[in-house]
């Protein structure tokens, strides 16, 4: 069985300052590893995954997540926010061996960009 | 980029009566989909997952008779609530799945359905 857990429920923050958003994972088999964004009332945007290869993954808006199987953490990361990073974050993970395609989600971290 | 549309965005609906959610994949062929609830504040949780032309398979505790789940075609699945109760309220979002492109897993989502039972 695989779950996850994000350690912060709520993280606020100022505007153009850096944010880390922590995500950890359990598992037994291989994973995929995902961070979405959710804006109020809205579905799920995909904002970066890993599959296999770099450790490192980007998305286009600036943040970044690295895979680090010693700590089982897929942590994300972005060096300046904006308010429009206001939003839910949820971390999610599937099983990388058999790809089923679901995923288990986190419990959500809010983001709360302040002026 | 391929595109789930799901509908409606958001209904309101009687205690005791049925309500359908339509999750359409637009632009490719949705082999597997993947239905998700979520309650106010809280995360998603799978309640089922459907692949074309069989029986959807549900998670621990999801009511099957309670959450209909038809995946008749490769666009489209539908979730009915049936007999729905003011604890049915939720958000509901489906994530669709299909081949080559559309096969990376989790990439899909539709935009949710508020589902207010009143």
């Known amino acids: 069985a695989q779950s996850v857990t994000q350690l912060d429920s709520q993280v606020p923050v100022f505007e153009e300052a850096p944010v880390e958003l922590r995500c950890n994972y359990s598992?037994?088999?291989?994973?995929?590893l995902f961070w979405y964004v959710q804006y109020p009332n809205q579905g799920l945007q995909l904002l970066l995954k890993?599959?296999?290869?770099?450790?490192l993954v980007e998305s286009i808006n600036g943040f970044e997540a690295e895979f680090n199987k010693s700590q089982t953490s897929f942590h994300l990361r972005k060096p300046s926010v904006h308010i429009s990073d206001t939003a839910e974050y949820f971390c999610?993970?599937?099983?990388?061996?058999?790809?089923?395609?679901?995923?288990?989600f986190g419990q959500g971290t809010t983001l709360q960009v302040k002026p | 980029g391929a595109v789930v549309s799901q509908h409606p965005s958001r209904v309101i609906c009687k205690s005791g009566t049925s309500v359908k959610i339509e999750c359409r994949s637009l632009?490719?062929?949705?082999?597997?989909m993947f239905w998700y609830r979520q309650f106010p504040k809280q995360s998603l949780m799978l309640m089922a997952t459907?692949?074309?032309?069989?029986?959807?398979?549900?998670e621990q505790g999801v009511e099957k008779d309670k959450f209909l789940i038809n995946h008749a075609s490769l666009t489209l699945s539908t979730l009915t609530v049936t007999s729905a109760h003011p604890e049915d309220s939720s958000f509901y979002i489906c994530?669709?799945?299909?081949?080559?492109?559309?096969?990376?897993?989790?990439?899909?989502f539709g935009q949710g359905t508020r589902l207010t039972v009143v």
């Open positions: 632009d490719f062929q949705a082999t597997t």
């Open positions: 890993y599959l296999s290869g770099s450790t």
């Open positions: 598992s037994s088999v291989s994973v995929y």
């Open positions: 994530s669709a799945r299909g081949t080559g492109r559309a096969s990376k897993t989790g990439a899909f």
């Open positions: 999610a993970v599937s099983d990388g061996s058999s790809n089923t395609g679901k995923l288990i």
């Open positions: 459907s692949n074309e032309g069989s029986k959807a398979t549900y």
